[in-house]
């Protein structure tokens, strides 16, 4: 019998010899039997390549977990045992028979789904649960629809990442690391020797998947490395730390689930704007029907070969790996960490990965919003959300502030209407039901905010009038009620302001071709502002060609300042300057130029060669209308000329 080190190195030699030698075999029959993908739009391979080669990867990693618990070895510590590998082995069994139907036949997403959901649920029945939350016990049936959408969740996200020779074998191999070595630090030792068989399988795979792969995966294999993971990342919850346990899992299985979440609102915001399309072309927009704008479509288009763009995967997902090692090896200070581990990931996320997401899925939700025709599900949305904002802010304060004990329901239940009906009755009374929200003045934002610290005050005078000598409870409450009720009752209204910068500032930073004419607009006021709203989403924008270095203006204090969103360059004697630096070759007039300065532009214009253009709005006249007068009478419009 080996002693405990050689236990591990048998157990990852094990995985990777079965799936070596039986991916060739594997490999054969998929080709002998012409399951191979074809190379198309979505796949960047250039030649007929077999898939399925998960049924290799499957029967090695099986035969690790027996390596692993049936040879009789010392016992190890740990909740992965062989009862649970007998009970893992039956749901792997059923999405490894959906994974081949789909690989040889082809299989609609909704029975896929189904055929997911059925082993997700035996996953459950088997043991997999995440049992508590924030403390408190979680009933069966939430328990379950939470395991249910977690496995889901994983097995999808390792689905849609496989994409790229490599890909999800190496992101796999990654996540799994992350995961032994958080059982490592927990002393689970059993639980790290499954994770061994799963690296030794997935090493044995790439040997034929890496690029150029001579065999795929198939959803054979995908999902069944999401399904392992997502099951075996349940075993790392600490049930007195909810959040931070589910972070956890999330990093360490990070890059798969981020192109999973961002698919899934693409895909969503897309079909939900899509109203005026055919029945047909929604369908082709519908959140289960396959895309190329993955990560690592993404970075393939943005110029990548097929290695750089998996390895760019691979050390993102190590990073968010070492994050979530930290926030287990240093439980005192998980929370700094978590919170770093998530500003540096949204970093990188958002300047390497998610800024054509953003921009394009941003302008589709701008250009839903301002569709009439959701007047009305708007209007029924606001008090429906006012209402739960202060529901669930007016619930959490209850649970920080008052002792827990067995009352909460009741309690909570009792207060709501001290604490929320005098803030929905003044909002009902107010007209903010009825404005338009994505036209709202600063004033319509302000009699809002004015609305809810009046309810607020009238809530909190209540409780002190039922209550005096809860009075610094009661202010605490009212504090997080403002903080979270009225932040999410007020982001709501204003949110579409925030996506309209958002979405200007990465369309004019990012959406350049190499090729755009490169201009200056001359004149910071409002009629440039008007300029960049109308270049910013108007799809049928002249602008589409042209970049904008920046803004010229005549106004001194301007000078050196951003305004909406470029740099004031300096004026006109700094322009000819600002012309050859920037090698600018057109120049915008968006103010009213006195006639001396129109003369020097154009001067300029003609000397360097440079286009000139001027973005103008008129009051046209459209149909004369000539009231009847007394005899002797001017019409008032005979004095007014024509606005230019």
Same mark, same amino acid.
């Given at each position: 019998?080996?002693?405990?080190?050689?236990?591990?190195?048998?157990?990852?030699?094990?995985?990777?010899?079965?799936?070596?030698?039986?991916? =060739?075999?594997?490999?054969?029959?998929?080709?002998?039997?012409?399951?191979?993908?074809?190379?198309?739009?979505?796949?960047?391979?250039?030649?007929?390549?077999?898939?399925?080669?998960?049924?290799?990867?499957?029967?090695?990693?099986?035969?690790?977990?027996?390596?692993?618990?049936?040879? =009789?070895? *010392?016992?190890?510590?740990?909740?992965?045992?062989?009862?649970?590998?007998?009970?893992?082995?039956?749901? /792997?069994?059923?999405?490894?028979?959906?994974?081949?139907?789909?690989?040889?036949?082809?299989?609609?997403?909704?029975?896929?789904?189904? +055929?997911?959901?059925? &082993?997700? !649920?035996?996953?459950?029945?088997?043991?997999?649960?995440?049992?508590?939350?924030?403390?408190?016990?979680?009933?069966?049936?939430?328990?379950?629809?939470?395991?249910?959408?977690?496995?889901?969740?994983?097995?999808?996200?390792?689905?849609?990442?496989?994409?790229?020779?490599?890909? &999800?074998?190496?992101?796999?191999?990654?996540?799994?690391?992350?995961?032994?070595?958080?059982?490592?630090?927990?002393?689970?030792?059993?639980?790290?020797?499954?994770?061994?068989?799963?690296?030794?399988?997935?090493?044995?795979?790439?040997?034929?998947?890496?690029?150029?792969?001579?065999?795929?995966?198939?959803?054979?294999?995908?999902?069944?490395?999401?399904?392992?993971?997502?099951?075996?990342?349940? *075993?790392?919850?600490? #049930?007195?730390?909810?959040?931070?346990?589910?972070?956890?899992?999330?990093?360490?299985?990070?890059?798969?689930?981020?192109?999973? $979440?961002?698919?899934?609102?693409?895909?969503?915001?897309? *079909?939900?704007?899509?109203?005026?399309?055919?029945?047909?072309?929604?369908?082709?927009? !519908?959140?289960?029907?396959?895309?190329?704008?993955?990560?690592?479509?993404?970075?393939? #288009?943005?110029?990548?070969?097929?290695?750089?763009?998996?390895?760019?995967?691979?050390?993102?997902?190590?990073? $968010?790996?070492?994050?979530?090692?930290?926030?287990?090896?240093?439980?005192?200070?998980?929370?700094?960490?978590?919170?770093?581990?998530?500003?540096?990931?949204?970093?990188?996320?958002?300047?390497?990965?998610?800024?054509?997401?953003?921009?394009?899925?941003? +302008?589709?939700?701008?250009?839903?919003? %301002?569709?009439?025709?959701?007047?009305?599900?708007?209007?029924?949305?606001?008090?429906?959300?006012?209402?739960?904002?202060?529901?669930?802010?007016?619930?959490?304060?209850?649970?920080?502030?008052?002792? =827990?004990?067995?009352?909460?329901?009741?309690?909570?239940?009792?207060?709501?209407?001290?604490?929320?009906?005098?803030?929905?009755?003044?909002?009902? $009374?107010?007209?903010?039901?009825?404005?338009?929200?994505? %036209?709202?003045?600063?004033?319509?934002? $302000?009699?809002?905010?004015?609305?809810? &610290?009046?309810?607020?005050?009238?809530?909190?005078?209540?409780?002190?009038?039922?209550?005096?000598?809860?009075?610094?409870?009661?202010?605490?409450?009212?504090?997080?009620?403002?903080?979270? !009720?009225?932040?999410?009752?007020?982001?709501?209204?204003?949110?579409?302001?925030?996506?309209?910068?958002?979405?200007?500032?990465?369309?004019?930073?990012?959406?350049?071709?190499?090729?755009?004419?490169?201009?200056?607009?001359?004149?910071?006021?409002?009629?440039? *502002?008007?300029?960049?709203?109308?270049?910013?989403?108007?799809?049928?924008?002249?602008?589409?060609?042209?970049?904008?270095?920046?803004?010229?203006?005549?106004?001194?204090?301007?000078?050196?300042?951003?305004?909406?969103?470029?740099?004031?360059?300096?004026?006109? #004697?700094?322009?000819?300057?600002?012309?050859?630096?920037?090698?600018?070759? +057109?120049?915008?007039?968006?103010?009213?130029?006195?006639?001396?300065?129109?003369?020097?532009?154009?001067?300029?214009?003609?000397?360097?060669?440079?286009?000139?253009?001027?973005? /103008?709005?008129?009051?046209?006249?459209?149909? &004369?209308?000539? =009231?009847? #007068?007394?005899?002797?009478?001017?019409?008032?419009?005979?004095?007014?000329?024509?606005?230019?």
């Amino acid at each position: 019998m080996f002693d405990g080190f050689d236990k591990y190195l048998a157990v990852l030699f094990t995985g990777f010899v079965v799936t070596y030698l039986l991916t =060739p075999l594997v490999r054969s029959l998929a080709v002998r039997f012409g399951v191979v993908d074809l190379p198309n739009e979505r796949r960047p391979h250039k030649r007929p390549t077999a898939r399925g080669g998960g049924l290799a990867l499957v029967i090695g990693f099986h035969a690790a977990c027996l390596m692993a618990l049936f040879f =009789p070895w *010392q016992k190890f510590a740990g909740g992965l045992d062989f009862h649970w590998w007998r009970n893992f082995a039956l749901s /792997s069994l059923v999405l490894l028979a959906v994974g081949l139907v789909d690989d040889i036949r082809g299989m609609k997403p909704l029975v896929k789904l189904a +055929g997911q959901a059925l &082993a997700a !649920g035996l996953a459950f029945a088997s043991g997999a649960r995440f049992g508590e939350l924030f403390g408190w016990p979680l009933p069966p049936v939430l328990d379950f629809v939470l395991v249910e959408l977690w496995l889901l969740a994983t097995i999808n996200a390792f689905n849609l990442i496989d994409g790229l020779d490599g890909l &999800a074998s190496g992101l796999a191999i990654i996540s799994a690391l992350g995961l032994g070595g958080i059982f490592a630090i927990n002393h689970a030792p059993s639980n790290v020797l499954v994770l061994l068989g799963l690296i030794g399988a997935c090493l044995g795979f790439l040997r034929y998947n890496f690029h150029p792969a001579s065999i795929f995966l198939g959803d054979t294999g995908s999902m069944f490395l999401g399904f392992i993971l997502g099951v075996v990342s349940l *075993q790392t919850f600490n #049930k007195n730390t909810f959040v931070l346990s589910l972070a956890i899992p999330m990093m360490v299985l990070g890059v798969p689930i981020y192109d999973a $979440l961002l698919a899934i609102w693409r895909r969503s915001v897309r *079909q939900l704007v899509s109203e005026d399309l055919s029945p047909g072309a929604r369908k082709r927009l !519908g959140i289960m029907q396959p895309d190329v704008e993955h990560l690592h479509h993404r970075l393939l #288009k943005a110029g990548l070969s097929t290695r750089r763009v998996a390895t760019t995967l691979f050390v993102t997902n190590a990073m $968010l790996v070492f994050f979530g090692l930290l926030l287990t090896t240093f439980g005192s200070y998980s929370s700094g960490i978590f919170l770093f581990a998530l500003l540096a990931a949204a970093y990188v996320l958002m300047r390497r990965m998610a800024v054509i997401e953003l921009r394009e899925t941003g +302008g589709a939700i701008l250009a839903g919003l %301002r569709r009439p025709n959701h007047a009305m599900f708007k209007s029924l949305m606001y008090p429906v959300w006012d209402l739960l904002c202060l529901a669930g802010a007016q619930a959490l304060a209850l649970r920080l502030c008052d002792p =827990p004990g067995t009352g909460f329901w009741n309690t909570w239940y009792l207060s709501l209407p001290i604490w929320v009906t005098p803030t929905i009755s003044l909002l009902a $009374l107010s007209r903010t039901y009825v404005i338009v929200w994505t %036209r709202a003045r600063v004033l319509d934002v $302000l009699m809002l905010l004015l609305t809810l &610290a009046t309810g607020l005050l009238i809530s909190l005078g209540l409780a002190l009038i039922i209550d005096p000598s809860i009075a610094g409870t009661a202010l605490i409450r009212a504090l997080i009620i403002a903080a979270l !009720g009225h932040a999410s009752i007020l982001s709501v209204r204003v949110g579409y302001r925030c996506v309209e910068e958002v979405v200007h500032y990465l369309r004019a930073n990012f959406d350049t071709p190499k090729d755009a004419e490169r201009i200056v607009l001359y004149g910071a006021g409002g009629r440039c *502002q008007l300029l960049l709203k109308e270049r910013s989403f108007s799809n049928s924008s002249s602008f589409d060609r042209r970049h904008i270095v920046g803004l010229i203006d005549d106004e001194a204090a301007l000078h050196f300042q951003w305004v909406y969103g470029h740099l004031v360059l300096g004026g006109l #004697k700094e322009l000819p300057r600002l012309i050859e630096k920037h090698h600018i070759r +057109g120049i915008v007039i968006t103010t009213a130029l006195r006639p001396e300065t129109l003369a020097a532009v154009r001067g300029l214009a003609a000397q360097y060669g440079l286009a000139l253009s001027e973005w /103008s709005f008129a009051d046209r006249e459209m149909i &004369a209308a000539q =009231p009847e #007068k007394a005899p002797g009478m001017r019409n008032e419009g005979d004095r007014i000329s024509k606005l230019q």
